[in-house]
């Protein structure tokens, strides 16, 4: 991944960026990811987000998951090693995950509010490829998303 970083992009097209805002951590295994937005909204259960990292090619993708701040784990070690074998390089929760000591040797971005023990129970549908707005910060499908220690960033396309 050529070497770029938020700020860099945010000093440069300060009216092209939209900044997620404060509270979003990472926890994966990678320090910094870009990719292609893919989006989905969650209803206090991750069924939706399994079937899409499962049955998806990720090459080059970043997962937007909208859950609503909502108290429970969305993202935990199964989830991270199907996201690393479909080639996602990241995924922001707005939200919770768990499992911090194994998904930090997974080479995947992950960003999220942070951590909660409790996994998702209720069987809800989502919805995938919507626009999905937290944080300050809107996310369509297709928008090109770049992270790293600084934070996150969303544009409507990849800067050259």
């Not at 997620?20 to 987000?49: E, K, S, W």
């Amino acid at each position: 991944m050529a070497e770029d970083y938020t700020a860099d992009h945010c000093d440069t097209y300060p009216e092209q960026v939209s900044v997620l805002g404060p509270g979003f951590h990472n926890y994966g295994g990678a320090a910094m990811c870009q990719g292609t937005a893919v989006t989905i909204r969650l209803n206090q259960n991750n069924a939706d987000l399994i079937t899409l990292l499962k049955e998806d090619a990720g090459t080059a993708k970043v997962v937007v998951v909208d859950a609503n701040q909502e108290y429970y784990a969305i993202v935990g070690e199964k989830l991270m090693t199907l996201a690393q074998d479909n080639g996602y390089v990241g995924i922001i929760v707005n939200g919770y995950i768990r499992d911090t000591a194994q998904i930090k040797t997974i080479p995947v971005a992950l960003y999220a509010l942070g951590t909660c023990p409790r996994k998702s129970i209720p069987v809800t549908q989502g919805e995938r490829d919507v626009p999905v707005s937290f944080a300050g910060a809107e996310f369509q499908p297709g928008d090109y998303v770049y992270a790293d220690t600084d934070g996150v960033i969303v544009t409507s396309t990849k800067f050259s």
